[in-house]
T-cell receptor, first 112, second 115 residues
Framework: NAGVTQTPKFQVLKTGQSMTLQCAQD?????MSWYRQDPGMGLRLIHY???????DQGEVPNGYNVSRSTTEDFPLRLLSAAPSQTSVYFC???????????FGPGTRLTVL | AQSVSQHNHHVILSEAASLELGCNYS??????LFWYVQYPGQHLQLLLK??????LVKGIKGFEAEFIKSKFSFNLRKPSVQWSDTAEYFC?????????????FGKGTKLSVIP
């Protein structure tokens, strides 16, 4: 049982490049989400999914796309990276209501 | 929209001092409350959670939190901190009920414990 895994751990992009941050969980959790963490800002929700085929926007969705084709995977796509997207990105998953969210180890992204 | 306020940005304590970190939320409905901890270079880990019942909740590593509904507060406490408690602490709230998923986080409080 690996829990929530994220790849890569570190990434450096140039402005305008695109990339996909991977997130996978093996706990059969319905709910998955992406957060970004910036100093002094806490964690802010980017996108979330309540099940395969269902996604919705969080607090800061602009510049990011997601899809959920399987229960296990929830990739986050940056279509055209900007320096403002330099951040640490965390993926999380949970069962509904009575469970807590389990976080992945994070991806540190730098956009030059 | 619900929001979470953590009043202290950075707290510095000596070892063995007592700790209390404030957390207030704004939402009139029934909520679930959480404290997460992030040690340097690591991901978030759950310290404790409150769903219902006894408003005094005990978590891991000697931490506890008290839910005061009338004050919309969920303050984190520890009677005697250790150097290893140096970390960032996040309070989070989630609406209670079927199908409820989204967590709203506070901005975090950085705790530095001086040996």
């Amino acid at each position: 049982n690996a829990g929530v895994t994220q790849t890569p751990k570190f990434q450096v992009l140039k402005t305008g490049q695109s990339m996909t941050l991977q997130c996978a969980q093996d706990m059969n959790h319905e709910y998955m989400s992406w957060y970004r963490q910036d100093p002094g800002m806490g964690l802010r929700l980017i996108h979330y999914s309540v099940g395969a085929g269902i996604t919705d926007q969080g607090e800061v969705p602009n510049g990011y796309n997601v899809s959920r084709s399987t229960t296990e995977d929830f990739p986050l796509r940056l279509l055209s990276a900007a320096p403002s997207q330099t951040s640490v990105y965390f993926c999380a998953s949970s069962l509904p209501n009575t469970d807590t969210q389990y976080f992945g180890p994070g991806t540190r992204l730098t956009v030059l | 929209a619900q929001s979470v306020s953590q009043h202290n940005h950075h707290v510095i304590l000596s070892e063995a001092a007592s700790l209390e970190l404030g957390c207030n939320y704004s939402y009139g409905g029934t909520v679930n409350l959480f404290w997460y901890v992030q040690y340097p270079g690591q991901h978030l880990q759950l310290l404790l959670k409150y769903f219902s019942g006894d408003p005094l909740v005990k978590g891991i590593k000697g931490f506890e939190a008290e839910f005061i509904k009338s004050k919309f507060s969920f303050n984190l406490r520890k009677p005697s901190v250790q150097w290893s408690d140096t970390a960032e602490y996040f309070c989070a709230v989630r609406l209670s009920g079927a199908g409820s998923y989204q967590l709203t986080f506070g901005k975090g409080t950085k705790l530095s414990v001086i040996p």
